[in-house]
């Protein structure tokens, strides 16, 4: 018998025991375990009832997902599910932690379940761009209802188990030690005379209309996704064909899935996000810093936003500003916004007030004496840091994690002012603070590793996705988003339109294209950077900018002004195309005697992208970045790049470097200046490899 599987006996109750640390995934072994277990509890005179449970944290998380694409060992998921649910005996699973995927789907093999009340359930397999492939779309909807079964399946989401008590996914809620309860559980169904429950003997009936209403109300958020849609079609078939015909068609569909581009770049960033957690020189055992208390300097754009990330986390915050009007109106922002999620009925009145009281203001730095991180948030200007982090260092207590929010600004030169560079850090969050999940954590030259640590979980804490990443000018997002926002510009003075480059990319997954997120953004804010820099910049290269920097003499900042690259009707953010921008475009690409050309959708496509790849290409050799798939978690947590595509470094590795490198050295020969091959991208292409290979 395998190890990874037990059968023991407690009383007349046989108990099969699954311990595959850390999550107790459905591998080869497992599944063989499964089997031979459940034969052996069969063939075991003494027990009348057999009891299924997870060792360890959990009931299994799922199959296991490091097998996906590879030929699959017997016995398969199905065929354990099948050998449990025909059992000579009735099955209980008994259920902690997180059931989720096959675990679930091993769970509806069985005749009844209990579970712990704080274990949670799920069919999160549309995360990863596949569907439940183990009879979950079959068995769930004959169980809960179709209606019911599509929420859960096509959102993915976990459900508590003290929800499902009561739709039939869970049965019975043990207080307690689960394994005690679900013995006493099993045994009472025996003595009571329960009958054996398969869920496939089981029928479901739900009209047409529920299905074709389901795909159309997910057509907006699930745009460029195959596997929510396949998840529709798998459910519908749970009520238009028998059990075993439906089970076909799931398995079509999954394996349909599974081979997708979509599913391999969802199971690419599911394997990058937990990767970007791990740090080589920072081991797991680092010892961390307490964060019971925050300070946040500046209670602007993103000082309000960063206060909320730890009031929603239970941490109380001081905010503190220039003079109480500024202040005032920082709280105030944050009152609006939580006031709007109240309304919208994502929170309650009291959930709110409590947070609203985690947060106070001061304009006295000595308020923040006692803070465990303080996170500066001010204007972007390095006299105006090195001024705050002096004072900062002045005031905070010592082991304090002083951080800034710095989108541009050198972090060593910052900690420099301080007689405490260790203890200096840079968090760039992302605008809306309180909504995007990323945040790039800095470490500069001299930052501990346990401030590393610390803030790495902080992120944890205050539920971002944190990525570590080196000091340049943008980092890693910002740096790789300037050579995309150019080279968009360079695409217009030439001959295309905003909208066709922004049409070329929204249809291909992100969710707006550049010009459209250079209006959301505000056209002022690189217009001021490129006047500050205008002395240094090198005069041999050109300048794509002009178009921009006229916009924005005319005021046209973008949505914040009704006017940008597009018109924005009053209250709109749809942007339309505007004859006065087309007009302003022509006229430049006139006076820098370009002669217009019509610009294909590839071109555009390949020009915006390969731009990407090849700043992310330079910022992984200069160890900005720790790994390509961080890049990846970069721009889809930061930047609306399309899940379902990976990420463009990984993009990048399926179309194959090489043939990246040949288009860039292309586009080196037809535009020059700002197409230089990165030497990474030239030595991977050579030798036959991805960024994956590094
Ligand atoms: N297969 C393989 N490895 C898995 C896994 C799985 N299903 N689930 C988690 N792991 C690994 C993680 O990669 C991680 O490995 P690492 O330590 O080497 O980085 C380790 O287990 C711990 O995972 P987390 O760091 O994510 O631990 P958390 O405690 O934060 O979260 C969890 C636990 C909620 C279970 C989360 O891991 C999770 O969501 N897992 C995926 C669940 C899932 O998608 N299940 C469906 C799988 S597909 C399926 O079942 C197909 C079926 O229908 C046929
Ligand atoms: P903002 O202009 O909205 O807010 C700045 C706030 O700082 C203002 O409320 C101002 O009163 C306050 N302030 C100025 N001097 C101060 C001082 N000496 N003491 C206390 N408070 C002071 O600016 P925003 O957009 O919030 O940016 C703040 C920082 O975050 C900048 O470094 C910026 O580069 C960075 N950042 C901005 C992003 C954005 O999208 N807005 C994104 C990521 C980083």
New binding site residues.
Partial sequence: MSELVSYQRNGSVGVITIENP??N???AGVRKGLVDCLAKGNADAEAAVLVLIGGG??F?????????GKPMAEPD??AVITAYESSGKMVVAAIH??A??????LALGCDYRCASSNA?V????V??G???????TQRLPRLIGAEAALKMIVS?D?VKASDAHGTGIVDHIVDGELVVGAVAFAQSLIDEGKPRRRISDMTVTAPAELFEGFAKSIARSARGFKAPFACIESVRAAVDMAFDDGMANERRL?VECVGSPESKGQRHM??A???A??IPDVPKDTPTRDIASAGIIGAGTMGGGIAMNFANAGIPVTLLEVNQEALDKGLSIIAKNYANTVKKGRLSQDAMDKRMALISGTQDYADLANADIVIEAVFEGMELKKEIFTKLDEVCKPGAILATNTSTLDVNEIAAVTKRPEDVIGTHFFSPANVMKLLEIVRAEKTAKDVVATTMKLSRTIRKVGVLVGVCDGFVGNRMLHDYFREAQCLVEEGALPQQVDRVLYDWGFAMGPFAVMDLAGIDVGWRIRKEQAATRDKNLPYPSTVADRLAEQGRFGQKTGKGWYLYEEGSRTPKPDPEVEKMILQVSGEKGISRRAISDEEIFKRCMYQLVNAGANILDEGIALRSGDIDVIYIYGYGFPVYRGGPMFHADQIGLKSVYEDVCKFKEAQGAFWKPAPLLKRLADEGKGFSDL
């Fill in positions: 850390p999550v995934a459905l591998g944290r959990t299994p998380a799922g199959a296991d997902i490091t097998e996906f998921l199905n932690g997180t989720l995927g096959g675990g679930l789907e949670n799920g069919l999160p397999e995360k990863l596949i569907l439940p492939g183990a009879g979950g993915g976990m999954f599911f394997f996000e937990r990767e957690a791990k």
